[in-house]
């Protein structure tokens, strides 16, 4: 059983910066592919980014390549989402999850599917101005 809870989100203007927290519970959590997921009002949750259970690897969608990074502290079971030059566009609900995977690659191009993720924090509110 793992229990996620996201922090860091805000208002930011355009062009800012953001680091997303995600706290996890559970002794296993070294053991599990991490992604974040956002949500925008009236659209469906949308990928964001994956992360392997060790770190070295990470992927990305391509509308956050290049701004954003993914990476994890195992002694501190927590996940980080670092967003650099933030759009407008990218306003939403930011989720973190965890899959019972300790690879995005071994679902294939499944790690970008919200069902493949067994655990989901809360999320938390990022905003954008323009």
């Known amino acids: 059983q793992v229990q996620l809870v996201e922090s860091g989100g805000g208002l930011v203007q355009a062009g800012g910066s953001l680091r997303l927290s995600c706290a996890a519970s559970?002794?296993?959590?070294?053991?599990?592919?991490m992604a974040w997921f956002r949500q925008a009002p009236g659209a469906e949750r949308e990928f964001v980014a994956a992360i392997s259970w060790s770190g070295g690897n990470t992927y990305y969608a391509d509308s956050v390549k290049g701004r954003f990074t993914a990476s994890r502290d195992n002694a501190k079971n927590t996940v980080y989402l670092d967003m650099n030059s933030l759009k407008p566009e990218d306003t939403a609900v930011y989720y973190c999850?965890?899959?019972?995977?300790?690879?995005?690659?071994?679902?294939?191009?499944?790690?970008?599917?919200?069902?493949?993720?067994?655990?989901w924090g809360q999320g938390t509110q990022v905003t954008v101005s323009s």
């Open positions: 999850a965890a899959g019972g995977f300790s690879d995005p690659y071994y679902v294939g191009t499944n790690y970008e599917r919200p069902v493949v993720y067994d655990y």
């Open positions: 559970g002794r296993t959590f070294n053991r599990y592919a």
